[in-house]
């Protein structure tokens, strides 16, 4: 069973900055396999869930136009864990923040991106508060 727990939120100032962790387990990023994305959401409260940063098996990266040039999304497949680096946060980028994964279809270039529906595994999440 595949497992993502996130980790890294928390609260600060906007200006600053985070470093977000998702650990996968039950599966594994393989250099040869790369027909998966892997993806992070975050939805605020009364708001809709928003894609925010995906990356394919061939480390492709896509990001919503709200945080292009602020946030970073990397993994490490040795360790099996994504990051969401955030810099230059807002107020606006407060919400829980979740990893998600997909595999096979149009994963391989995270074609269900920005949407979440074919996302087939998530995360609890974590949450992320900016202060102005």
């Known amino acids: 069973q595949v497992q993502l727990v996130e980790s890294g939120g928390g609260s600060v100032q906007a200006g600053g900055l985070l470093r977000l962790s998702c650990a996968a387990s039950?599966?594994?990023?393989?250099?040869?396999?790369?027909?998966?994305?892997m993806g992070w959401f975050r939805q605020a409260p009364g708001k809709e869930r928003e894609g925010v940063g995906a990356i394919d098996g061939n480390g492709r990266t896509q990001y919503a136009d709200s945080v292009k040039g602020r946030f970073t999304i990397s993994k490490d497949n040795a360790k099996n864990t994504l990051y969401l680096q955030m810099n230059s946060l807002k107020p606006d980028d407060t919400a829980m923040y979740y990893c998600a994964a997909a595999w096979g279809g149009r994963s391989w270039y995270c074609g269900g991106f920005p949407n979440g529906a074919e996302f087939g595994y998530w995360g609890q999440g974590t949450q992320v508060t900016v202060s102005s």
């Open positions: 039950g599966y594994t990023y393989t250099s040869y396999y790369t027909s998966y994305c």
